[in-house]
């Protein structure tokens, strides 16, 4: 255990291909990442990418498939083992994303609910001052979701929404997502050569 350990939540917004991404970039920079994966995201791959998943039996190589990566590195918790590592603030890391982040997740952690591991490794994240990034993928935006949205931020979370940007002449769907992933990133401090920055002639 050290403190480059990194947690993936994955939940039941739209932009499954973000949390796959972004767990398989970390992996590359040699990160150890703990992924939680919901239900209401497993139907989402089920929808978006036609894949289906056991929760109670996840073979990760079936769903994170990029050449090179080192998945003794990756480690699965079940969304409602409490007994997780993670469920403590006494088991240290460096930042926790959940990606992408549906807003029933968003009110949950807003309102300190830990119904599952996602909830409360986030409430973990927040009492400790950790770096929390979520990002939303929804819309239009309620006034719910826009407290509950205030709220997180409020708490010390950053909220990163899923907005890819144009500037960068994205070309394929690969090109937005790696946008995003990479300001993920960006957060965690973990270097990565996924966008064009501003300002920028060549990628980095």
């Known amino acids: 255990m050290a403190a480059t350990d990194l947690v ?14 972004l767990v398989e970039t970390l992996l590359k920079t040699g990160r150890t990442v703990h992924v939680i994966i919901s239900p ?19 073979n990760p190589a079936s769903l ?13 918790h079940h969304h409602r083992n409490f007994q997780a590592g993670i469920a403590s603030g006494s088991f240290l890391t460096a930042g926790m994303v959940v990606c992408p982040c549906s807003m029933g997740t968003v009110a949950a952690i807003a309102h300190g609910v830990s119904e599952n591991l996602i909830h409360r490794a986030a409430d973990v994240h927040l ?3 950790r770096k929390l990034v979520l990002v939303p993928r ?4 309620g006034i719910i979701q826009l407290r509950n949205l205030t709220t997180v931020a409020e ?6 929404p899923a907005m890819p940007a144009f500037y960068t002449l994205p070309k394929t769907v690969d090109d ?7 300001r993920v990133c960006d957060q965690l401090g973990v270097e990565h050569n ?4 501003w300002g920028v002639e060549t990628e980095i």
């Open 8 to 21: 993936v939540a994955i939940t039941g917004a739209s932009g499954s291909a973000y949390g796959i991404r």
């Open 40 to 58: 209401a995201a497993a139907e989402v791959f089920k929808q978006e990418l036609s894949l289906t998943l056991d929760l109670s039996n996840f």
């Open 64 to 76: 994170f498939t990029s050449p090179g990566l080192d998945l003794s590195r990756l480690h699965y």
């Open 127 to 129: 009492k400790e001052r």
């Open 138 to 141: 929804e819309t239009p935006l």
């Open 155 to 160: 708490a010390g979370a950053v909220v990163l």
């Open 176 to 182: 937005m997502v790696n946008f995003i992933v990479g």
């Open 194 to 197: 996924l966008l064009k920055r």
